[in-house]
């Protein structure tokens, strides 16, 4: 399995335009989680999935922030419109059970 | 609340130099403590978990990390710093099985020849 696969890698916008990120978990691993990571306040998770369902979304910071998981291979985090205080790492892990997270490799989002 | 605390923000070691990074956390249950390292524009890759059992793991790497409940510890150890090593080390918990794991700030470590 060649891991959490996220794409893209890095993404530069405009603000108030929308920006899509996009998560291919393992096979395999029910849980999903989507994770920022900032300077300030280092790894905060905005929202996990259990086969495909949302179960606690209190992370997101605002409306804006949108995540969707329509199937086991896929799932997006949508922001819309972007502010440059998005600007940040934005990680998708997956895990089964009790075991570890794997996470991605990161999306760097720039806003200007 | 579930919090997790790495006290060191920044630590700089020399090369071959022994290393501690401390975690401290807090939590209603027993808890499954995880240690992962970033290196630069890198993901999180795990370096060792404790779940239950003997409290001394051993992880990849030459790292290793002890188990203090009295302490509400979790610390990672190294004998002797690789320049490789060079990173930033992030302590978590978590409990049972799909919740999300709560992550310190981290710590960066730097090695200094």
């Known amino acids: 399995d060649a891991g959490v696969i996220q794409s893209p890698r890095h993404e530069v916008t405009e603000m108030g335009q929308e920006v899509t990120l996009r998560c291919k978990p393992i096979s395999g691993h029910d849980y999903l989680f989507w994770y920022r990571q900032t300077m300030m306040r280092g790894l905060e998770l905005l929202i996990y999935f259990n086969n495909n369902v949302p179960i606690d979304d209190s992370g997101m910071p605002e409306d804006r922030f949108s995540a969707k998981m329509p199937n086991a291979s896929f799932s997006t985090l949508k922001i819309q419109p972007s502010e440059p205080r998005d600007s940040a790492v934005y990680f998708c892990?997956?895990?089964?059970?009790?075991?570890?997270?794997?996470f991605g490799q990161g999306t760097r989002l720039t806003v200007v | 609340a579930q919090s997790v605390t790495q006290p060191d923000i920044h630590i700089t070691v020399s090369e071959g130099a022994s290393l501690e990074l401390r975690c401290n956390y807090s939590y209603g249950a027993t808890p499954y403590l995880f240690w992962y390292v970033q290196s630069p524009g890198q993901g999180l890759q795990l370096l060792l978990k404790y779940f239950s059992g003997d409290t001394l793991v051993q992880g990849i790497k030459g790292f290793e990390a002890e188990f203090k409940r009295s302490q509400s510890s979790f610390n990672l150890r190294k004998p002797s710093v690789h320049w490789s090593d060079a990173a930033e080390y992030f302590c978590a918990v978590g409990h049972q099985a799909g919740t999300a794991l709560i992550f310190g700030k981290g710590t960066t470590l730097s090695v200094s020849s």
């Open positions: 892990a997956a895990r089964t059970g009790a075991a570890e997270a794997f």
